[in-house]
């Protein structure tokens, strides 16, 4: 396993992982674990990773996460859970970090910009919630109050690297099935729900991202298994762990004033 810390310089253990994000973030000039941006999203298509494209009904809430405040240099994907308040990874934050696209299923076009007012990190886990400057009236994901149990179908979504160390993001949000596995852990030793894929699998520019059961936000993307080259013909042996939602309800209640659903 292994974070996605949204740069090229990816690591197969959360160790090792963790440790260069620290570091990154203690001496890196932009995004930790990040060469510096491009000028652009670079080439795009519609399928990452095995996969399938998302409708955007199937998960309006997706928002991407920019280094740039015209919402074009996106790097991770989250959440959007009230009309001013995002979640995504712990690990996506950096003093780069500048605004977030919500409302279109487009990469770096459409929808509406707002810049971020403000950047909390849980103090237990790899989750970050991130203040909008001015509220979106948009659709919001409900939180979960528990772990789903083993063998539960679920979906992740994001707008990712298409294949193993592209760095080329999707021009669309992509869609994958995955099935819970069991519990696990976040890539900053916080409890995580562990799932396999089964017809795509998360990527870089995924981390964030919402891991969604029975309509609900179960997870937000935190680490994943490292891919041989290119895409597999089979996700079913890689894994990824998934900051547990529901374990951090009491302190996104008390920043964020969002409760489950």
């Not at 959007?80 to 076009?109: E, F, K, M, Y």
């Not at 109050?145 to 760095?167: H, L």
């Amino acid at each position: 396993m292994r974070s996605r810390l949204k740069g090229r310089g990816r690591r197969a253990w959360r160790v090792i992982a963790v440790a260069v994000l620290l570091v990154s973030m203690l001496f890196a000039p932009s995004i930790p674990g990040f060469a510096a941006d491009p000028a652009g999203p670079g080439p795009v298509e519609t399928d990452i990773a095995g996969g399938e494209a998302a409708a955007a009904s199937e998960a309006p809430f997706a928002v991407q996460i920019a280094y740039d405040s015209a919402g074009i240099s996106v790097r991770c994907t989250g959440s959007q859970i009230s009309a001013a308040w995002v979640v995504t990874a712990r690990h996506c934050d950096s003093a780069s970090l500048r605004s977030v696209r919500l409302g279109t299923p487009h990469l770096g076009a459409g929808g509406t910009v707002r810049s971020v007012a403000a950047r909390y990190a849980s103090p237990d886990g790899d989750v970050l919630l991130l203040k909008l400057s001015v509220p979106h009236a948009g659709s919001y994901a409900g939180l979960s109050r528990t772990i789903p149990s083993p063998g539960t179908a679920a979906r992740v979504f994001g707008w990712g690297d298409q294949s193993e160390g592209s760095g080329a993001m999707s021009s669309r949000v992509k869609a994958a099935s995955v099935a819970v596995w069991g519990p696990g852990s976040d890539a900053f030793g916080g409890p995580s729900v562990r799932t396999q894929s089964r017809t795509g699998h998360p990527l870089s520019g995924d981390s964030g991202g919402p891991l969604i059961v029975g309509g609900k936000l179960v997870g937000v993307l935190s680490t994943s298994s490292v891919l041989p080259g290119g895409s597999p013909p089979s996700f079913t042996g890689f894994y990824n762990d998934h900051a547990a939602i529901s374990h951090h309800l009491k302190w996104i209640a008390d920043v964020a004033g969002v409760r489950a659903s």
